[in-house]
Each structure stands twice: as structure tokens, then as C-alpha cells.
């Protein structure tokens, strides 16, 4: 059997090529990738972290009463810094690849894939006929159809990311995840005055509403930025010092004027050289040559709906861009082309809903784990919760950092712990344990009520005991 894996040197193609390497399997991986090392590496979740962090340190200094001075923020060795290490990161993800290849059954190729036919795949000068392709490609930028931008210049957080100099003002379009984590940096390690429009009531629409509350007075009040609820892009042009924003505002028409345009509106699957016009898949390219097919296009067990000999992972199916997402798909492929060549039934990814955000300079992240009240009550499920502002625990208090608060989700039948959210210092912290109590089921009654030390993880114990009371 071969397999042609494109887009091997991301997360969820890694994961694909280490588990069928061990398997009776001839691979061929091809990634054009210059130099290469997945999105998450380069572009994504580790440098933006990296960016953070210089922005999380004036934050909390800047808030710290006790301290006196705000420190600048050198972008120079931010990026300088940000370099090196994400650098190192994808040396050493291009060695596995490589490392990969000097097997027998594992070729490598460094150059640019194109789909011909069904399993045909076209790679420099020659054709390549597989058994199964997998796509891994990736996501791309997802750049709004608005009137006028195509005359405007506008930054992304690519952009974001390597600039060293930014200007006094900016507005920014989008508010999820992208949104969410730059918005901060580019306020408190840029110095900008920043508007942001968010389409919604309120951000962090996967929350129940008090948490996006809380964000948002968070960022009004603490990073001293405006966000404009309940905003509509109409559309945009340029200005001798930069652009205007025409937005309904509520009803009401508005214009919003700055030096730059931002645009953090989300990523679509990297599929528009790909060929799969060429394919029985049925997807075909728009007249702009954007391919952007239904989240329908591939099933849950990793494979596309109209080709069983054909599977996408990661970002590029549309179903979750999340890391440990793309891993965890990449190794549920590779079970099932097995299964499929096989004769044997697939499996079906399942995911327990497990996210964290980065949010408010990664000082106040946010996490959900699991259901949130509003997702268990649509799933129909009868559930007791409890709710703890961090200020409620002294630790925050001391460790200067008061805003924010947790909720958890319990069965008031069983008292199965459901679902966690946290909206507060050290929640990215606190996820892990959360994931291990809801994943395997644990009864609230039975999860330790103690605490060794003052530390952040008091706010869990508090939610522990609540639901627990109201069960007994």
C-alpha cells in the first residue's frame, strides 16, 4: 500500500507519517515548506506566545502598585528572541520528517504537490499513483469580502508578529481567538490606541455570556481598549494617513478612522493550488481561485464524504484549528486507512471540548473544558453549576491579579463533573486537571477537597465544594 501525505511537515501530517512509518505501508511526504516546520511552529500558537510574554511582564508591572517605573518593551529583542527559539522549534520538527525518511518505506520530497487526478499526484516532473492521499495543508488568512479592501493595506498577525515598529493607531476586524490574544500585545507592547469591532453582544462566543462580560470590561478597562459590540463592517478605504472604517454600529452609522488596518478574521484550509477540482470530490475553485468547501466535506472519521481513499487532517478540514486537535486526527487517519484497506469499520474523532485562550496578555487566559452551562442545557441535560469570582480567593489578591472567575458544570443527577470554564490567572494551568476529572468521569464528592498552600487552584476547590453541597 502507499500513501502520499501533502503537507507533511505540519502537526497533523506528522502525526499521519509516525504512525503508518511502523505499518507495512510505503509514504511518500512532500511539504514545500520554506524552511518549514508546521503553522503552529512558525506562525501560530508558539510565537504568539512568545509575544505575549514581554506583553503579560509591562502588563503586570504597569498594575503592580508596588512597583514603581513601566518598563518599555524592546520589539527588537521580542522578535529577535521569537526567531531564535521558533527557529529551533521547526529545525527540530524538519529533522523528524527527515529522520522519517531514511527508512526504507518513507520517501521525503521538498517541493510543491497538485492533485491531477483521483489519487494522482503531481510532485516536480513526475506523477504519483497512491493507494490513499492525505491532505494536511493547513489553514491560510481568511481575508473578509468588504468593499474596499482590496485598496487598503492591512496587517495580519503574520505581520504582527515580525514587525519591530508599529504606528500610533490602529482598527482591528476580527475578535476570536486571533483577535482575542493580539489585541492586548499590540496595546500594551506596541503602545496603540486600538478600536475593535466585534460583531456579537459580547467576544468568546464558545462562553456563557458572564464570561464575555468580563473580557470585555477587562479590555476596556485594564488595556484600554475600545470595542464596539454589536458592530457591522460596511465597508473601508484609504486616507492620506491611513484608513476609514464605515461600521453600523448598533443600528446607528459610524466611522472609525486609524493609521492601519488589522485584520484578524480568522483562517480558511489552504486548498487553492491543491488541484481538487481535478478530483471526484466535487469542490471547485470560485472565480477569485478560493477554495473553501463545506465543513461537510470530510466525515468525522477523518475521510472525505465523496472519496473513501481520501482523508484530511488538521486545520484543513475545517472541523476544529486547534494543535492537539490536528495530532489527535492525524493519528485517528492513519488507524483508519489501515481499517480501510483492511475491510474494517473506521472510528470516529471524538473530542472532548477543550480550548485555551490566551487572552488579557496571556495574564487572565481562558479556558473551557467540557460543557459550558449553556451547552449542557441545549444537550438537554440537568445540571447544577457554581460560579467563583477570583477575587473571592485571597491568593489572587496577593498575587495581584483579582479580576476574573471560574464556573463549574456538574450532573445533579450523578454529580459527573461536566464542564469547567475560567476567565483568570493561571486557568491555562488549571486545565489539565480539569481535563482528567471531566474525561474520566469523576464524581465532584470525589475530587480531594484540600489545598496545601495558598495557591490559584483554591478557586477549583471552591467550585468543588459548591456543587457538592448542592448535591448532598
Same mark, same amino acid.
Given at each position: 500500500m502507499h500513501v502520499v501525505i501533502i503537507g507533511a511537515y505540519g502537526s497533523a501530517g506528522v502525526a499521519v507519517a509516525n504512525a503508518l512509518a511502523e505499518e507495512d505501508v510505503d509514504l511518500t511526504l512532500i511539504d514545500d515548506g520554506e524552511p518549514g516546520g508546521g503553522l503552529c511552529i512558525l506562525r501560530g500558537c508558539m510565537p504568539s506566545k512568545e509575544v505575549l510574554s514581554a506583553a503579560a511582564h509591562r502588563f503586570q508591572v504597569r498594575h503592580d502598585h508596588r512597583l514603581s517605573g513601566v518598563p518599555e518593551v524592546d520589539l527588537e529583542e521580542v522578535v529577535e528572541t521569537k526567531n531564535e527559539h521558533t527557529s529551533n522549534f521547526a529545525g527540530h520538527r524538519r529533522a523528524a520528517v527527515h529522520d522519517l525518511a531514511e527508512r526504507e518505506n518513507v520517501e521525503f520530497v521538498h517541493d510543491t504537490a497538485r492533485l491531477v487526478g483521483d489519487h494522482t499526484v503531481e510532485v516536480g516532473d513526475r506523477e504519483i499513483e497512491a493507494d490513499y492521499v492525505v491532505v494536511a495543508t493547513g489553514s491560510s488568512v481568511n481575508v473578509p469580502d468588504l468593499p474596499g479592501i482590496e485598496d487598503v493595506d492591512y496587517a495580519t498577525s503574520s505581520d504582527v508578529l515580525d514587525r519591530t515598529e508599529f504606528p500610533d493607531s490602529g482598527v482591528v476586524m476580527g475578535f476570536g481567538y486571533v483577535g482575542i490574544e493580539m489585541v492586548p500585545y499590540l496595546s500594551e507592547a506596541c503602545g496603540m490606541d486600538l478600536t475593535v469591532i466585534e460583531h456579537d453582544e459580547r467576544p468568546l462566543d464558545e462562553a456563557d455570556p458572564e464570561f464575555g462580560d468580563e473580557l470585555l470590561d477587562l479590555y476596556r478597562e485594564e488595556f484600554d481598549i475600545e470595542v464596539l459590540t454589536e458592530a457591522h463592517e460596511q465597508s473601508? &478605504?484609504? +486616507?492620506? =494617513?491611513?484608513?476609514?472604517? %464605515?461600521?453600523? %454600529?448598533?443600528?446607528?452609522? #459610524? +466611522?472609525v478612522e486609524a493609521d492601519e488596518l488589522y485584520l484578524f478574521t480568522g483562517r480558511r484550509p489552504t486548498l487553492d493550488r491543491l488541484g481538487l477540482e481535478n478530483t471526484a470530490l466535487g469542490i471547485e475553485p470560485d472565480e477569485a481561485g478560493r477554495v473553501d468547501p463545506d465543513p461537510a466535506w470530510v466525515a468525522d472519521t477523518m475521510q472525505a464524504t465523496e472519496d473513501s481513499r481520501f482523508f484530511a487532517v488538521g486545520d484543513v478540514n475545517r472541523k476544529e484549528p486547534i494543535l492537539h486537535v490536528a495530532k489527535e486526527q492525524g493519528a485517528v487517519a492513519a488507524e483508519n486507512i489501515l481499517a480501510d484497506a483492511a475491510g474494517e469499520a473506521l472510528t470516529e474523532y471524538e473530542n472532548v471540548h477543550h480550548h485555551v485562550m490566551f487572552s488579557g496578555a496571556g495574564v487572565y487566559p481562558f479556558v473551557r473544558v467540557g460543557h459550558s452551562l449553556e451547552s449542557a442545557e441545549e444537550a438537554g441535560l440537568d445540571v447544577v453549576t457554581a460560579t467563583r469570582a477570583a477575587s473571592d480567593d485571597g491568593v489572587f489578591k496577593t498575587k495581584d491579579v483579582p479580576e476574573g472567575l471560574a464556573r463549574l458544570v456538574v450532573d445533579a443527577n450523578d454529580g459527573t463533573v461536566l464542564g469547567y470554564q475560567g476567565l483568570h490567572? %493561571?486557568?491555562? /494551568?488549571?486545565? #489539565? +486537571?480539569?481535563? /482528567?476529572?471531566? &474525561?474520566?468521569?469523576?464524581? /465532584?464528592? =470525589?475530587?480531594?477537597?484540600?489545598?496545601? %498552600?495558598?495557591?490559584?487552584? &483554591?478557586?477549583?476547590?471552591? /467550585?468543588?465544594? &459548591?456543587?457538592?453541597?448542592?448535591?448532598?
Amino acid at each position: 500500500m502507499h500513501v502520499v501525505i501533502i503537507g507533511a511537515y505540519g502537526s497533523a501530517g506528522v502525526a499521519v507519517a509516525n504512525a503508518l512509518a511502523e505499518e507495512d505501508v510505503d509514504l511518500t511526504l512532500i511539504d514545500d515548506g520554506e524552511p518549514g516546520g508546521g503553522l503552529c511552529i512558525l506562525r501560530g500558537c508558539m510565537p504568539s506566545k512568545e509575544v505575549l510574554s514581554a506583553a503579560a511582564h509591562r502588563f503586570q508591572v504597569r498594575h503592580d502598585h508596588r512597583l514603581s517605573g513601566v518598563p518599555e518593551v524592546d520589539l527588537e529583542e521580542v522578535v529577535e528572541t521569537k526567531n531564535e527559539h521558533t527557529s529551533n522549534f521547526a529545525g527540530h520538527r524538519r529533522a523528524a520528517v527527515h529522520d522519517l525518511a531514511e527508512r526504507e518505506n518513507v520517501e521525503f520530497v521538498h517541493d510543491t504537490a497538485r492533485l491531477v487526478g483521483d489519487h494522482t499526484v503531481e510532485v516536480g516532473d513526475r506523477e504519483i499513483e497512491a493507494d490513499y492521499v492525505v491532505v494536511a495543508t493547513g489553514s491560510s488568512v481568511n481575508v473578509p469580502d468588504l468593499p474596499g479592501i482590496e485598496d487598503v493595506d492591512y496587517a495580519t498577525s503574520s505581520d504582527v508578529l515580525d514587525r519591530t515598529e508599529f504606528p500610533d493607531s490602529g482598527v482591528v476586524m476580527g475578535f476570536g481567538y486571533v483577535g482575542i490574544e493580539m489585541v492586548p500585545y499590540l496595546s500594551e507592547a506596541c503602545g496603540m490606541d486600538l478600536t475593535v469591532i466585534e460583531h456579537d453582544e459580547r467576544p468568546l462566543d464558545e462562553a456563557d455570556p458572564e464570561f464575555g462580560d468580563e473580557l470585555l470590561d477587562l479590555y476596556r478597562e485594564e488595556f484600554d481598549i475600545e470595542v464596539l459590540t454589536e458592530a457591522h463592517e460596511q465597508s473601508i &478605504e484609504a +486616507t492620506d =494617513d491611513g484608513v476609514r472604517l %464605515h461600521v453600523d %454600529h448598533d443600528g446607528a452609522e #459610524k +466611522t472609525v478612522e486609524a493609521d492601519e488596518l488589522y485584520l484578524f478574521t480568522g483562517r480558511r484550509p489552504t486548498l487553492d493550488r491543491l488541484g481538487l477540482e481535478n478530483t471526484a470530490l466535487g469542490i471547485e475553485p470560485d472565480e477569485a481561485g478560493r477554495v473553501d468547501p463545506d465543513p461537510a466535506w470530510v466525515a468525522d472519521t477523518m475521510q472525505a464524504t465523496e472519496d473513501s481513499r481520501f482523508f484530511a487532517v488538521g486545520d484543513v478540514n475545517r472541523k476544529e484549528p486547534i494543535l492537539h486537535v490536528a495530532k489527535e486526527q492525524g493519528a485517528v487517519a492513519a488507524e483508519n486507512i489501515l481499517a480501510d484497506a483492511a475491510g474494517e469499520a473506521l472510528t470516529e474523532y471524538e473530542n472532548v471540548h477543550h480550548h485555551v485562550m490566551f487572552s488579557g496578555a496571556g495574564v487572565y487566559p481562558f479556558v473551557r473544558v467540557g460543557h459550558s452551562l449553556e451547552s449542557a442545557e441545549e444537550a438537554g441535560l440537568d445540571v447544577v453549576t457554581a460560579t467563583r469570582a477570583a477575587s473571592d480567593d485571597g491568593v489572587f489578591k496577593t498575587k495581584d491579579v483579582p479580576e476574573g472567575l471560574a464556573r463549574l458544570v456538574v450532573d445533579a443527577n450523578d454529580g459527573t463533573v461536566l464542564g469547567y470554564q475560567g476567565l483568570h490567572y %493561571h486557568a491555562d /494551568v488549571m486545565a #489539565k +486537571t480539569m481535563q /482528567v476529572i471531566i &474525561e474520566n468521569g469523576m464524581d /465532584v464528592r =470525589d475530587v480531594p477537597d484540600r489545598a496545601y %498552600h495558598p495557591t490559584t487552584p &483554591e478557586i477549583i476547590d471552591g /467550585v468543588v465544594r &459548591e456543587t457538592a453541597a448542592q448535591l448532598d
